[in-house]
T-cell receptor, first 113, second 116 residues
Framework: AQSVAQPEDQVNVAEGNPLTVKCTYS??????LFWYVQYPNRGLQFLLK??????LVKGSYGFEAEFNKSQTSFHLKKPSALVSDSALYFC???????????FGKGTRLSVIA | GAVVSQHPSRVICKSGTSVKIECRSL??????MFWYRQFPKKSLMLMAT?????????EQGVEKDKFLINHASLTLSTLTVTSAHPEDSSFYIC????????????FGNGTRLTVT
């Protein structure tokens, strides 16, 4: 069975500093990995995905993520955080095909001005 | 722009009544849609997979007679919470994706259900 772990419930970072939100995964085959962001009382917005190819994936709003097969990780990063980046971030994995996403528990990012 | 539309965004109902939530894919056909439930400060829990033209597949522990799912067309799935109780109060989110392994799922904006 596939699973995703987000070890941090909360990440605090000062505006302008780099940020990292951690994610590790477990799948039986090749992973399809995703990051989503959720603002209060809203659905999820897609940020980026890794399917195959370059390990460094660039996504929306300046976010990027690095796929590391040996460490089974897919950490989300941004070089310079903005206050508006404050939200709930979910890492997710999919088993391919028309299958549902399995989510991590989420990490709340707080960017302080 | 939004590719999955969910309605209503917020509903308050009395205990014992039923509530219908609609999920539409706006610019693509979705043979499969997914319904999630999110508890406060918790992750998303998959409730069921909605299949166009056939019965939904429910996750373990989800009551299919309470959470009725209908996927009557390639662009519309509905979730009906029947005989709602206060413990059904939650945030319900639908999602759908275009066909293909690499397609991300797109999510509706969610429905905040409050049962009084």
């Amino acid at each position: 069975a596939q699973s995703v772990a987000q070890p941090e419930d909360q990440v605090n970072v000062a505006e302008g500093n780099p940020l990292t939100v951690k994610c590790t995964y477990s799948v039986s085959g090749n992973p399809y990995l995703f990051w989503y962001v959720q603002y209060p009382n809203r659905g999820l917005q897609f940020l980026l995905k890794y399917i195959t190819g370059d390990n460094l994936v660039k996504g929306s709003y300046g976010f990027e993520a690095e796929f590391n097969k040996s460490q089974t990780s897919f950490h989300l990063k941004k070089p310079s955080a903005l206050v508006s980046d404050s939200a709930l971030y979910f890492c997710a994995v999919r088993d391919g095909g028309n299958t549902p996403l399995v989510f991590g528990k989420g990490t709340r990012l707080s960017v302080i001005a | 722009g939004a590719v999955v539309s969910q309605h209503p965004s917020r509903v308050i109902c009395k205990s014992g009544t039923s509530v219908k939530i609609e999920c539409r894919s706006l610019d693509f056909q979705a043979t499969t849609m997914f319904w999630y439930r999110q508890f406060p400060k918790k992750s998303l829990m998959l409730m069921a997979t909605s299949n166009e033209g056939s019965k939904a597949t429910y996750e373990q522990g989800v009551e299919k007679d309470k959470f009725l799912i209908n996927h009557a067309s390639l662009t519309l799935s509905t979730l009906t919470v029947t005989s709602a109780h206060p413990e059904d109060s939650s945030f319900y989110i639908c999602s759908a994706g275009r066909t293909g392994d690499s397609s991300p799922l797109h999510f509706g904006n969610g429905t905040r259900l409050t049962v009084t």
